[in-house]
């Protein structure tokens, strides 16, 4: 069976630029969670999505929105980049809101110029 | 105000060794606990969780040893091996959680030399 999957593997983009990444969820897994991982640190919630509606956030500018689709698939926006945003982004699925076993995709590595 | 504090920092055992990893939470509300291990370029993997019920649990050669009085618990890797070489992140979480919003310690790098 697919984990969770997640594109674009890597992506590079110059200060105040937008950016949007995608997630696939593990099948039959309806949750999708948003996590920041900086260099050297642990993961850090930036969103947790199910059924199409946010059910949390972490502490997170508004730059950084979300959403959730039908066949519960996932993208994380992230408006006016600035360099603190280089980072792995990581998705990770859920069979619900409620489900504590998460589990994360290989991450979508953004550097910003 | 970090909610979840790991050490060491990073650890080198030889193979063969016991490798212990501790963290230590603020939040009594948490009632899940995971460690996950995390290879260069990679996601972060479940390993093994414990819920506060119970005082230890285990899974090969992973152990979770859990202190709800003393507001710890620690992994402990039997019988390290050199693939078991990885940073290890412990978290915790509860349903009072934006929603299950895991809260990570910052990771302990594991090196095991052969």
């Known amino acids: 069976d697919a984990g969770v999957t997640q594109s674009p593997t890597h992506l590079i983009k110059t200060r105040g630029q937008q950016v949007t990444l995608r997630c696939s969820p593990i099948s039959g897994h309806k949750s999708v969670s948003w996590y920041q991982q900086v260099l050297g640190q642990g993961p850090q919630f930036i969103f947790q999505y199910y059924e199409k509606e946010e059910r949390g956030r972490g502490n997170f500018p508004d730059r950084f929105s979300a959403r959730q689709f039908p066949n519960y698939s996932s993208e994380l926006n992230v408006n006016a980049l600035l360099l603190g945003d280089s980072a792995l982004y990581l998705c990770?699925?859920?069979?619900?809101?409620?489900?504590?076993?998460?589990?994360f995709g290989p991450g979508t590595r953004l550097t910003v110029t | 105000q970090q909610q979840v504090k790991q050490s060491p920092q990073s650890l080198i055992v030889q193979k063969g060794g016991i490798s212990i990893i501790n963290c230590a939470y603020e939040n009594t509300a948490f009632d899940y606990f995971p460690w996950y291990q995390q290879f260069p370029g990679k996601g972060p993997a479940l390993l093994i969780a414990?819920?506060?019920?119970?005082s230890e649990k285990k899974e090969g050669r992973f152990t979770i040893s859990f202190n709800k009085s003393a507001k710890q618990f620690s992994l402990h890797i039997m019988d390290s091996q050199p693939g078991d070489s990885a940073t290890y992140f412990c978290a915790a979480t509860s349903s009072n959680q934006a929603g299950t919003a895991l809260i990570f310690g910052k990771g302990t790098t594991l090196s095991v030399s052969s």
């Open positions: 990770a699925s859920s069979f619900g809101p409620s489900s504590y076993e998460q589990y």
């Open positions: 414990i819920r506060p019920d119970v």
